[in-house]
């Protein structure tokens, strides 16, 4: 099918390092997107990956691997502003964005 | 700010009532769509509109009418509605719709109960 899986919660600490991952079924391939949504806030932007590797922006990374239908979003130095749900998205091959249910993320002091 | 506003924030309504949620965009952009977003489920595409000719529809309901009088406002029309249509429903603009890595941009939506 077209279900893309990742992680319903996770629970992290400030200052420590968390990897999200996201599965996908590979056929249709045109991307990956990782969105931040705050709880009531519009999800906004984070990554955009389409070949295979590490992206680093910051304190947050996304790395693809195209051939294992895997990305995972990477979160270093963790502060409790970065309690939020992680949206995973990919792009098919008709430009259409299937998207995961989305992992919330709790930071804990 | 996203630059995309959508208006209620929240609304409740009956079953008979007739309500519209309305989406404005301030980025120039020319594609906009409506997403609804219920709880621990993916987002789910109800309609796109491409430089206002719409070219998604998504087997939506008929009691959701999408209206879309220029690229830099977007309406979604609901009338008797379902409790099961209660969601939060989001609006988003992206440059042009259908090309590969355009990123969107959310609105926070308007979270919506129906009694």
């Known amino acids: 099918g077209q279900n893309i899986d990742q992680p319903t919660e996770m629970t992290a600490t400030e200052g420590a390092i968390v990897q999200i991952n996201c599965t996908y079924q590979t056929s249709g391939f045109n991307g990956l997107f990782w969105y931040q949504q705050h709880a009531g806030e519009a999800p906004t932007f984070l990554s955009y990956?389409?070949l295979d590797g590490l992206e680093e922006k910051g304190r947050f990374s996304s790395f693809l691997s195209r051939s294992k239908g895997y990305s995972y979003l990477l979160l270093k130095e963790l502060q409790m502003k970065d309690s939020a749900s992680y949206l995973c998205a990919r792009m098919d091959s008709n430009y259409q964005l299937i998207w995961g249910a989305g992992t919330k993320l709790i930071i804990k002091p | 700010e996203t630059g995309v506003t959508q208006t209620p924030r929240h609304l409740v309504m009956g079953m008979t009532n007739k309500k519209s949620l309305k989406c404005e965009q301030h980025?120039?952009?020319?594609?906009m769509y409506w997403y609804k977003q219920s709880a621990k489920k993916p987002l789910e595409l109800m309609f796109v509109y491409n430089f206002k000719e719409q070219t998604e529809n998504n087997s939506v309901p008929s009691r959701f009418s999408p209206e879309c009088p220029n690229s830099s406002h977007l309406f979604l029309h609901l009338h008797t509605l379902q409790p099961e249509d209660s969601a939060l429903y989001l609006c988003?603009?992206?440059?042009?719709?259908?090309?590969?890595?355009?990123?969107?941009?959310f609105g926070s939506g308007t979270q919506l109960s129906v009694l």
């Open positions: 988003a603009s992206s440059q042009e719709g259908g090309t590969g890595g355009e990123k969107l941009f």
């Open positions: 980025l120039g952009h020319n594609a």
């Open positions: 990956n389409v």
